[in-house]
C-alpha cells in the first residue's frame, strides 16, 4: 500500500519552489565540486598524455588509477564515523572531511598543470592519484551530507540537483579543458603544448572553489561524539560483515551468478573506454572536435539514453533491458572498429558516439535499477556502494592492458576484442533473469500455500 496520502501530496508550486531553494541550490555546487574531477584524471587525461607522446601501455596502466573510486567502501567507514582534530570543531564533521577533500583535488590539479608529463609522467600520475582519492573522499562524505542536510520528502529534488551540478561538471572537465587547452597553447591545435594544459587545469583547480566556497557557506546538524573503544569492531561489523551476510543468506548459492554478473556487466564499456582518448588523438581530431562531439553531444546522448531504459525497465521489466543493454554496449564498440578503417571522419565520430553513448545511458539506467533491487532496505547504502564498486574492479584492472593489446594488434582488432568480452555477459543476464523467475514463483506459491 501507497503511503502517498492525498495530504502528502505536493502542488507543482510547491515542488518548484523545493528547487529554488538554497539547500537544493548548494546541492548543484556540490554536485560539480564531485563530477568536476573525475574525467581529469581518467579521461581527458588519456588525451593530454596521448598528445604528449606517452605511448598506450603506459597510458593503460595510468588507467588503474581509477580503482581508487571502486575502493572507496574500504575507509567509508572512517570518513563516517571520525572527526578531524581542530577543523571539525571549527566547519562540522561532514563539512571538515568535504574541505579537506577538496583541498586535496586542488593540490592534485594544480600539481598536474605544474607537471610536463613528456617529461615527468611518474610525477604527474602521482598527482593524479591525489586527485582520485581526494574525488573519493569526496564523494563519501558529500553523500552523508546530502542525506543528513534536509528531510526525506525532499531527498529526490536534491539528488536530482546534486546529478545536474555533476553533469554539468563532466562536460566542463571534458569538453571545457580541451577548448581551455586549445586556445592557451602558442603552437597549432596538432602540435602538442605543454602550456595550454598547464592553463587548462589551473582553471580546473580555480573551479574547485565553487565546492570549497559552497561548503563554507553551508549549514550543518550539530554533531554529538559517540566515539567508544569499542566502535572498531562495531563498523567492521556493521560496514562489511552484516550486509555481506545478508546479502548471501537472501540469495544462498544464486549470489555467486549475481555477484559474477554484476563484476563483468559494464566490462566492454570500461575497457574500450580508455583507449577512446588515445584514439581520438592518433585519428587526428582536434580538441575542439573531441570537445563538442564527445564531451558535450555525448553526455547529453548519454542522458537521452538513460531516459529511454529508465522508461524501457518500467515497460518491459530489468532483465529484458538488461539484455538489451548488454546487446548495444557489445555492438556498439563493433562501431569504434569500423571507424578505425575510417581515418579522420568526423560524420563517422558523430554516428558512432551517437549509437555508443545511447547504448551505454540504456544500459546504464537498467543495470542501476538492478543493483537497487539487490540491496536490503537496512543495508541500503553500504550494500549499493559494495555492489557499485565491485561492478568496476575486474573491467578497470583489464582496462590497465589495453595499452599493450593496442600496440600489437591495433584499434580495430581492440575494439573487436572489447566487444567479443560482452558476449558471457548475455549469458549471466539470461540466467540469472531464469533464477530469479524461478525465485518470484516459488514465492507466490509458497505465499499461496500460507494463506490457504
Given at each position: 500500500?501507497?503511503?502517498?496520502?492525498?495530504?502528502?501530496?505536493?502542488?507543482?508550486?510547491?515542488?518548484?519552489?523545493?528547487?529554488?531553494?538554497?539547500?537544493?541550490?548548494?546541492?548543484?555546487?556540490?554536485?560539480?565540486?564531485?563530477?568536476?574531477?573525475?574525467?581529469?584524471?581518467?579521461?581527458?587525461?588519456?588525451?593530454?598524455?596521448?598528445?604528449?607522446?606517452?605511448?598506450?601501455?603506459?597510458?593503460?596502466?595510468?588507467?588503474?588509477?581509477?580503482?581508487?573510486?571502486?575502493?572507496?567502501?574500504?575507509?567509508?567507514?572512517?570518513?563516517?564515523?571520525?572527526?578531524?582534530?581542530?577543523?571539525?570543531?571549527?566547519?562540522?564533521?561532514?563539512?571538515?572531511?568535504?574541505?579537506?577533500?577538496?583541498?586535496?583535488?586542488?593540490?592534485?590539479?594544480?600539481?598536474?598543470?605544474?607537471?610536463?608529463?613528456?617529461?615527468?609522467?611518474?610525477?604527474?600520475?602521482?598527482?593524479?592519484?591525489?586527485?582520485?582519492?581526494?574525488?573519493?573522499?569526496?564523494?563519501?562524505a558529500l553523500d552523508a551530507f546530502r542525506i543528513e542536510s534536509a528531510d526525506t520528502k525532499i531527498q529526490g529534488v536534491l539528488a536530482a540537483a546534486y546529478q545536474a551540478g555533476y553533469r554539468f561538471a563532466m562536460i566542463w572537465a571534458g569538453a571545457g579543458v580541451l577548448w581551455i587547452a586549445a586556445?592557451?597553447?602558442?603552437?597549432?591545435?596538432?602540435?602538442?603544448?605543454?602550456?595550454?594544459?598547464?592553463?587548462?587545469?589551473?582553471?580546473?583547480?580555480?573551479?574547485?572553489?565553487?565546492?570549497?566556497?559552497?561548503?563554507?557557506?553551508?549549514?550543518?546538524?550539530?554533531?554529538?561524539?559517540?566515539?567508544?573503544?569499542?566502535?572498531?569492531?562495531?563498523?567492521?561489523?556493521?560496514?562489511?560483515?552484516?550486509?555481506?551476510?545478508?546479502?548471501?543468506?537472501?540469495?544462498?548459492?544464486?549470489?555467486?551468478?549475481?555477484?559474477?554478473?554484476?563484476?563483468?556487466?559494464?566490462?566492454?564499456?570500461?575497457?574500450?573506454?580508455?583507449?577512446?582518448?588515445?584514439?581520438?588523438?592518433?585519428?587526428?581530431?582536434?580538441?575542439?572536435?573531441?570537445?563538442?562531439?564527445?564531451?558535450?553531444?555525448?553526455?547529453?546522448?548519454?542522458?537521452?539514453?538513460?531516459?529511454?531504459?529508465?522508461?524501457?525497465?518500467?515497460?518491459?521489466?530489468?532483465?529484458?533491458?538488461?539484455?538489451?543493454?548488454?546487446?548495444?554496449?557489445?555492438?556498439?564498440?563493433?562501431?569504434?572498429?569500423?571507424?578505425?578503417?575510417?581515418?579522420?571522419?568526423?560524420?563517422?565520430?558523430?554516428?558512432?558516439?551517437?549509437?555508443?553513448?545511447?547504448?551505454?545511458?540504456?544500459?546504464?539506467?537498467?543495470?542501476?535499477?538492478?543493483?537497487?533491487?539487490?540491496?536490503?532496505?537496512?543495508?541500503?547504502?553500504?550494500?549499493?556502494?559494495?555492489?557499485?564498486?565491485?561492478?568496476?574492479?575486474?573491467?578497470?584492472?583489464?582496462?590497465?592492458?589495453?595499452?599493450?593489446?593496442?600496440?600489437?594488434?591495433?584499434?580495430?582488432?581492440?575494439?573487436?576484442?572489447?566487444?567479443?568480452?560482452?558476449?558471457?555477459?548475455?549469458?549471466?543476464?539470461?540466467?540469472?533473469?531464469?533464477?530469479?523467475?524461478?525465485?518470484?514463483?516459488?514465492?507466490?506459491?509458497?505465499?499461496?500455500?500460507?494463506?490457504?
Amino acid at each position: 500500500m501507497s503511503s502517498l496520502t492525498p495530504e502528502s501530496k505536493q502542488s507543482f508550486s510547491e515542488i518548484l519552489s523545493a528547487y529554488t531553494q538554497k539547500i537544493t541550490l548548494r546541492m548543484f555546487f556540490l554536485g560539480f565540486s564531485a563530477g568536476l574531477p573525475l574525467l581529469l584524471v581518467l579521461g581527458t587525461l588519456g588525451f593530454w598524455l596521448r598528445e604528449a607522446g606517452i605511448d598506450r601501455s603506459t597510458i593503460g596502466y595510468l588507467s588503474w588509477i581509477g580503482l581508487i573510486y571502486g575502493l572507496k567502501w574500504v575507509w567509508a567507514p572512517l570518513v563516517d564515523r571520525l572527526t578531524l582534530p581542530l577543523l571539525s570543531n571549527w566547519l562540522g564533521r561532514r563539512k571538515a572531511w568535504l574541505l579537506s577533500a577538496q583541498v586535496l583535488v586542488m593540490i592534485g590539479l594544480v600539481g598536474m598543470s605544474m607537471s610536463d608529463p613528456s617529461q615527468k609522467v611518474k610525477v604527474v600520475a602521482w598527482f593524479a592519484l591525489l586527485v582520485a582519492f581526494g574525488s573519493a573522499t569526496q564523494d563519501i562524505a558529500l553523500d552523508a551530507f546530502r542525506i543528513e542536510s534536509a528531510d526525506t520528502k525532499i531527498q529526490g529534488v536534491l539528488a536530482a540537483a546534486y546529478q545536474a551540478g555533476y553533469r554539468f561538471a563532466m562536460i566542463w572537465a571534458g569538453a571545457g579543458v580541451l577548448w581551455i587547452a586549445a586556445r592557451a597553447q602558442n603552437t597549432p591545435d596538432n602540435v602538442y603544448d605543454h602550456h595550454g594544459w598547464q592553463i587548462a587545469y589551473l582553471c580546473m583547480a580555480a573551479s574547485m572553489l565553487i565546492g570549497v566556497i559552497t561548503v563554507l557557506l553551508s549549514k550543518e546538524k550539530p554533531y554529538v561524539p559517540q566515539m567508544h573503544a569499542h566502535s572498531l569492531r562495531q563498523w567492521i561489523q556493521t560496514a562489511f560483515l552484516e550486509p555481506f551476510a545478508d546479502f548471501l543468506k537472501r540469495y544462498q548459492w544464486h549470489a555467486v551468478l549475481i555477484l559474477s554478473l554484476i563484476a563483468v556487466y559494464r566490462i566492454s564499456d570500461v575497457v574500450m573506454g580508455i583507449m577512446a582518448n588515445p584514439f581520438y588523438v592518433d585519428m587526428g581530431y582536434t580538441k575542439d572536435e573531441v570537445a563538442s562531439v564527445t564531451k558535450i553531444y555525448g553526455v547529453i546522448m548519454t542522458l537521452l539514453g538513460a531516459f529511454i531504459g529508465g522508461g524501457l525497465t518500467v515497460r518491459f521489466g530489468i532483465f529484458r533491458i538488461l539484455m538489451l543493454g548488454a546487446i548495444l554496449s557489445a555492438a556498439s564498440n563493433l562501431l569504434f572498429a569500423w571507424l578505425a578503417t575510417q581515418g579522420h571522419d568526423l560524420t563517422g565520430l558523430v554516428f558512432v558516439i551517437s549509437a555508443d553513448n545511447l547504448s551505454s545511458g540504456i544500459a546504464s539506467a537498467a543495470f542501476i535499477a538492478y543493483l537497487s533491487s539487490l540491496t536490503n532496505v537496512s543495508y541500503s547504502a553500504t550494500q549499493y556502494a559494495l555492489l557499485s564498486s565491485m561492478m568496476l574492479l575486474i573491467p578497470k584492472w583489464m582496462a590497465g592492458f589495453s595499452g599493450v593489446f593496442v600496440d600489437h594488434f591495433g584499434y580495430s582488432t581492440f575494439f573487436i576484442s572489447t566487444a567479443v568480452i560482452g558476449l558471457p555477459v548475455l549469458i549471466l543476464v539470461w540466467f540469472v533473469g531464469k533464477l530469479d523467475l524461478i525465485q518470484n514463483s516459488n514465492q507466490a506459491e509458497n505465499a499461496v500455500k500460507s494463506q490457504s
